[in-house]
C-alpha cells in the first residue's frame, strides 16, 4: 500500500505561478512512476505529467509542455510540479498517482491522492 499526500493548490491569477507537493509513504514496485492528473468539473480525468524515480525521466502532455515542470526528491519521497504562465483552463483538481510503469492513462495507476484544487482565474 502507498499513500499519496497531495498539497500546494490555490487561487492564481492567469499567468501565475503554482507549485504543487505529493509525498509518498514509501517507494514500491507499484511506484516506480509518479503521474500528475488533472479533472476539471464535466471532464475526464487527464494526464498531465510523469516522472520515473530512477532516473528522472520526465513525460508531459502537451497542453503543458514549456509551462509545467515536474520533478522529484528521492530523498523525501517527493514529487512536484511547477507550473507557470498558468491559464485558465488549468484550472481543475490535481491529483498524484503511481504506477508500476509509465502510461498517460488513468486506469494504469495504482495509488491516488485526495486531489488539491487549482483555480486560475482570468
Known amino acids: 500500500q502507498v499513500q499519496l499526500a497531495e498539497s500546494g493548490g490555490g487561487l492564481v491569477q492567469a499567468g501565475g505561478s503554482l507549485r504543487l507537493s505529493c509525498v509518498a509513504s514509501?517507494?514500491?514496485?507499484?511506484?516506480?512512476?509518479m503521474g500528475w492528473f488533472r479533472q476539471a468539473p464535466g471532464k475526464e480525468r487527464e494526464f498531465v505529467a510523469a516522472?520515473?524515480?530512477?532516473?528522472?525521466?520526465?513525460y508531459y502532455a502537451d497542453s503543458v509542455k514549456g509551462r509545467f515542470t515536474i520533478s522529484r526528491d528521492n530523498a523525501k519521497n517527493t514529487v512536484y510540479l511547477q507550473m507557470n504562465s498558468l491559464k485558465p483552463e488549468d484550472t481543475a483538481v490535481y491529483y498524484c498517482?503511481?504506477?508500476?510503469?509509465?502510461?498517460?492513462?488513468?486506469?494504469?495507476?495504482?495509488?491516488w491522492g485526495q486531489g488539491t484544487q487549482v483555480t486560475v482565474s482570468s
Open positions: 514509501r517507494r514500491t514496485f507499484s511506484s516506480v512512476v
Open positions: 498517482a503511481s504506477s508500476s510503469s509509465y502510461s498517460p492513462q488513468h486506469y494504469d495507476y495504482s495509488y
Open positions: 516522472i520515473t524515480w530512477k532516473g528522472g525521466r520526465t
